[in-house]
């Protein structure tokens, strides 16, 4: 609960007649939530670190133009969360946060370099057309994702409309380590054309393992709906086989042709060969 200061409106007054003011007072007595409660749309800097305390005196219009640039790469972070699990889009990032696209290109190669995100390739049958084609990008840390994406609680998750991508962004979290362990993370992919789309592909010697992500914990016959026109467009030697991961307890048949997995399941599958 906020407590208003006596001096509240005096500070107000005076950041409406001058362009800085200066707060001073004791340690731990609330000047900068006073001052973080006051002016919300402003940007805070600590100079307790003596980096940023040196960066100030030494180069002052540098320091300014940069607290401006770590705003919006926060800004951009979040954006990337909050599209987790879906096609990049460059140009919309950079609309979004007022960024320029080749700065959206440098950061995202930053967040990659740092493994911070990941970007999953389409599957196509020639390799030249899959590396011109849109990537997916994901978040490889789902617990920084849920904080972006202000998920504080189970409760919280079961109530967002992001719950489908975050379960996504953690089976692609899953099966990047375990085929990351064998060093296969190369022969995985996603699938989408005009008019179907399939989570997961793993191509393994030009036989392709269909993995479809639900969050419900009871899968349904029309869910492996997308599963089978992939399958319809495969040759029957390139299908190995298709399955749903979804929040069941454990592994079943949906249909004649394509089971539901738990995540363990999936990963104990990959893990085997």
Known sequence: MWIEREISEHVRSLARQRPVI???GARQTGKTSLL?????EHDYVSLDLPSEAASAELDPAAFF??????????????????RSGQLLNKSDLARDIGIS????????????ASGLVALLEPWFSNQNKRLSKTPKLYFCD????????NLRSVADLHASPLRGALFETAIYCELRRALGLRQELSSLFFWRDRTTEVDFVLDRGGRLHLFEVKWSELPRSEDTSQLHKVAAALAPEQLARMAIVARAPHRHPVSRDVE??????????VAKR
């Open 101 to 112: 696209v080749p700065t959206v290109g440098a950061w995202l190669a930053a967040l990659q």
């Open 260 to 269: 539901a997995l738990t995540p363990a399941d999936l990963v104990a599958e």
């Open 36 to 40: 973080e409660q006051l002016f919300p």
């Open 22 to 24: 200066v707060l001073t």
């Open 65 to 82: 133009a940069r607290v401006t640039d770590l705003r919006d790469f926060e800004r951009f972070v979040r954006a990337c969360a909050l």
């Open 142 to 149: 789902t617990g920084l994702l849920a904080y972006l994406i």
